[in-house]
């Protein structure tokens, strides 16, 4: 069948990509590492979308924009609500898919405050560790935010609070325990909601649905709410919940709804 018109402009505006890696976390995780066609410029938290067979999604990036590749976190979704998923777990090494030439995305670090929780569900924590691997390596990072006092790099702490139904959902816990124990200005909070579960023996870490347990951590850290901003990202539900606990609070909140049924 011939290209339409409509198709051809929507291909012109498209670059690709390859993938050069892969690595199979459980049988609906896994990760990819893609090379760009082309340059490709994003800010840490932003995402990018790919596509096959003319079915594109948006994945938030792993990557630190100093890295030579682009590291994605996926999902699977089976059919018949997933599209693109599917076909991308069917991909290897060499593959090549369609990229759009430009990140998006506004879920990006907020400088004026000296305090971050971050919050996610398994693929969720997938922009805390690109906003992580830049902050740790680029010492101009993050700019000074407009119109508001600037934050000493000295003074930032970071949060990052996870939670998973399985110990096997946690595709970075080994990088962030490693960055907690490293550097003093980082801690990392992980929890299982499903303890008692065969999938999660030798679990020892907090018990619960991460939503539940925020209040908690936070009030233990005795932080300035005005200092503070409070983002969450991955599932709804979760989001949703976390949002009205701190909906009438001097907290800000920022949250992140990337994850979709149809992916």
Request: net charge negative.
């Amino acid at each position: 069948m011939a290209e339409t018109a409509a198709s051809a402009r929507i291909r012109a505006r498209l670059t690709t990509c390859e993938i050069t890696r892969r690595e199979n976390l459980t049988h609906d995780l896994f990760k990819i590492w893609i090379k760009p066609a082309q340059p490709f410029m994003f800010k840490p938290g932003q995402y990018c979308t790919i596509g096959v067979e003319g079915i594109e999604r948006a994945y938030s990036i792993v990557s630190s924009p100093d890295e030579e590749e682009i590291e994605l976190f996926i999902e699977v979704v089976p059919p018949p609500d997933g599209n693109l998923t599917p076909l991308l777990d069917e991909l290897g090494v060499g593959a090549e898919m369609t990229l759009r030439p430009r990140a998006k995305g506004i879920f990006v670090l907020q400088p004026q405050f000296k305090h971050h929780i971050l919050i996610g569900t398994v693929t969720g924590t997938v922009p805390y560790i690109s906003i992580l691997r830049k902050f740790l390596n680029d010492s101009e990072y993050p700019a000074p935010a407009r119109n508001a006092d600037p934050v000493a790099r000295k003074d930032y702490r970071f949060h990052v609070l996870e939670g998973a139904s399985y110990l096997d959902e946690f595709g970075y816990d080994e990088e962030l325990a490693r960055l907690a124990n490293e550097h003093d200005f980082i801690e990392f909070y992980p929890s299982v909601s499903r303890p008692t579960e065969e999938r999660n023996v030798g679990w020892q870490g907090a018990e619960g649905r991460i939503n539940t347990l925020v209040e908690a951590y936070v009030e233990k850290l005795g932080i300035d709410p005005k200092e503070t901003c409070i983002y969450a990202c991955g599932h709804p539900q979760m989001i949703e919940d976390v949002g009205r606990r701190y909906a009438d609070t001097d907290y800000t909140f920022l949250e992140e709804r990337f994850w979709k049924e149809d992916d």
